[in-house]
């Protein structure tokens, strides 16, 4: 196994992490599904209001690349299709008719039989059971084409960011689906990385041998996108593709069983709540049914996601195919008098600004305030600390602020793994994520993506 040490990581010690035990969450009378929050697609509905539907029947695919399938999580009747600004679909509410039935996606196959089939059908069998977005090709982050040849599939095992589940409690009685979709996997691509944390919990050797790499390193040291840097040899790699451990999991499920797998563990946390746990829980139930201890949410956050990469969502809104936790911070909208006088001992710090700075294993109960305005970049290299790719935001940012996308590209910009972190230590509040993120949608969609 290769050992890689990642650099420029960063341990974010937020408070409220899940205690390790799992409830159940499955049961309500409607589900929905939200095309809006499937970042990059362009839906196309195939159903209407009154239609049946069942587990794993297709609600709509994406219009771009029509392989990229998106199915029902539930079985019963389609109430509503909620449209937005623009036409936007935002929802697709079905009521359900607690009888579970279920659309035959394939046969149930074994490791075995896997081995057995040809590529095109793996291929084929994960893109009808509504998984093929699970893949995400690089460097733009986007659902591989019908026909696309990968160079390398890379897998990550472990969540570094904060609050995501943690592998150990993913893979618990799962081993079985995990080693059967990554066998699936590697049908696909022969050149398939899996990538483990030094510091992973899960004991099982058959998933453990299956580990090609051991990532050293804080958040995002395991995201597949930064072990793909660290490992490829040439620019013809930059096309591979990444995939997270529960998203093989779901795969392994689909063709063991045959059926969409319309269940996922999720992680329920936040400082805020007092029962943060693990939850299982049915794909499309609402988030008001999951988050049912809170009185009062005209003054949180909901995240859908991690802390640094997930969506801001309503509680109207509905667990949705990509979302593995939902967080709950306060909103910061209190103004702290004369805050910076004080020596900060009760705010954390990355470039030891405050005091704070001595208390190395405290959590933090953070809100969501910027704790000041935007200002101007002061060229103070905390973003380049945290890079793991070791690009220069700062530098790379002022050349996109001037349209300069050839010398950004020349730069690494197209290497950023989007994780989140240059923002978050930004001392002048700049969304240098969100700026990157912008122009490589820009360059996407200059080569056709």
């Avoid at 979709?181 to 099982?204: P, Q, W």
């Avoid at 620019?235 to 999991?249: H, L, M, P, R, T």
Wanted: hydrophobic share 35%; aromatic share 8%; charged share 25%.
């Amino acid at each position: 196994m290769k050992k890689i040490n990642v650099k420029n990581t960063y341990k974010l010690k937020i408070a409220g992490s899940p205690e390790e035990k799992i409830v159940d969450i499955t049961q309500s009378e409607e589900y929905g599904v939200a095309p809006s929050r499937v970042k990059y697609i362009k839906p196309k509905v195939v159903v209407k209001i009154g239609d049946a539907v069942k587990i794993g029947s297709r609600l709509f695919f994406d219009k771009k690349n029509e392989v990229n399938e998106f199915l029902s999580p539930v079985s019963g009747t389609i109430k509503e299709i909620i449209y937005g600004d623009k036409r936007i679909i935002k929802a697709i509410v079905i009521t359900s008719d607690n009888k579970d039935e279920k659309e035959k996606i394939c046969d149930p196959l074994s490791i075995n039989d896997i081995k057995e089939k040809s590529v095109a059908d793996i291929r084929s069998i994960i893109q009808k059971g509504g998984l093929w977005s699970s893949f995400l090709e690089y460097p733009f982050n986007r659902a591989p084409d019908k026909d696309e040849i990968p160079p390398s599939i890379y897998v990550g095992l472990d969540n570094d960011e904060p609050f995501l589940p943690e592998s150990h409690m993913f893979i618990k009685g799962h081993e079985s689906e995990f080693l059967t979709g990554l066998s699936a996997i590697k049908r696909i691509c022969k050149k398939t990385y899996l990538g483990m944390s030094v510091n992973c919990k899960v004991n099982d050797p058959s998933v453990r041998k299956e580990a090609t790499h051991q990532l050293v390193g804080d958040y995002p040291a395991n995201d597949p996108g930064v072990l793909l840097y660290y490992n490829k040899t040439s620019s013809d790699e930059n096309k591979s593709w990444g995939i997270k451990a529960q998203d093989v999991i779901r795969i392994g499920m689909l063709l063991e069983s045959g059926v969409y797998p319309n269940k996922r563990l999720i992680t329920v946390s936040g400082n805020i709540l007092k029962d943060a746990c693990y939850a299982w829980v049915q794909d499309g139930i609402p988030v008001e049914a999951v988050l049912k201890g809170i009185d009062d949410f005209s003054k949180i956050r909901i995240i859908a996601g991690g802390a640094l990469t997930g969506q801001k969502i309503d509680k109207e809104d509905y667990v949705s195919y990509r979302d593995f936790a939902l967080q709950v911070l306060p909103e910061g909208r209190e103004q702290e008098f004369l805050h910076f006088f004080k020596p900060g001992f009760h705010r954390p710090t990355v470039s030891r600004t405050y005091m704070s700075a001595l208390l190395k294993d405290k959590e933090w109960e953070m809100n969501t305030s910027l704790n000041g305005g935007h200002r101007a970049c002061i060229s103070c290299g905390s973003c380049v600390a945290v890079c793991p790719v070791e690009t220069y935001p700062q530098v790379t940012m002022k050349n996109l602020n001037v349209n300069d996308i050839e010398t950004a590209m020349e730069q690494g910009v197209l290497d950023c793994v989007e994780c989140g972190l240059c923002t978050y230590v930004c001392p002048s509040k700049i969304e240098l994520d969100e700026i990157v993120t912008n122009a490589k949608n820009i360059i996407a969609k200059e080569v056709g993506k």
